[in-house]
């Protein structure tokens, strides 16, 4: 993979030289891949750019554990928002937000390794880069080839049901931690939103969900309802 500043500059290139290629454009950046298969990358956010060696690793990582263990069954399937409607919205409410969640419950499953995971981790911009990591495993692609320079079709690449059940399985087991502290606040439990679960503002609960999170081996923080 090559990354460079300008992908269209490139593209042009290629163009007038009269190449065969494919490319394709994400939210986060543009894609070309020429004849030998080489591809390279550009995007508009610097701070992107610095993180996108991080793919390369995740992707290596997962094809390293699939060689190990094999492929995966994910968790059961679980909402991303769940709430319970027979809360009593008149006691106060607190939240407790699971820190770096999706990309800690990949590092403690195995399918990412440490160092993987800390690279990750060493800038807070990075944020995004680790959620489309995870987010894009397997995930379908259109390119538009070019055949001479010269537009000609559009190409699916369909999604790698395997490679997704990685992501799902993060997500889902992510939900099964938060739902197994609902079950044990029963009443008290409000709601989960993503990665952060939300119940009734005791100094007991409090400790009882911060306890719970930190066993599973994960960081948090006290998040306060926004309304």
Known sequence: MIIKEDCELYFKHLQRLKKDFRFRESVNFSEIVIGNGQRIISTKNNEFAKGLYIFSMVK??????IKENGY???FDQLPVNH????????KPIIGMDIDNAYWTTAFLKG???ENTYKKGLEKK???PIRLS???TLGKGKTYKVYKSGEYVKDEIVKKDIELENFYLDIRYSTYGVL???ANQLGDDFFCW???CIYFNDTKDNINFVRESLESFGFECKIELLST
Request: proline content about 3%; glycine content about 0%.
């Open 125 to 127: 911009e990075f944020k």
């Open 83 to 90: 709430t319970n409607k027979k809360f009593d919205k008149e």
């Open 111 to 113: 399918y990412i390794r």
């Open 133 to 135: 990591a995870l987010s």
């Open 72 to 74: 995966i069954t994910p």
């Open 60 to 65: 290596r990582d997962i094809e390293r554990y």
């Open 179 to 181: 739902l197994e502290i």
């Open 193 to 195: 939103k993503t990665d």
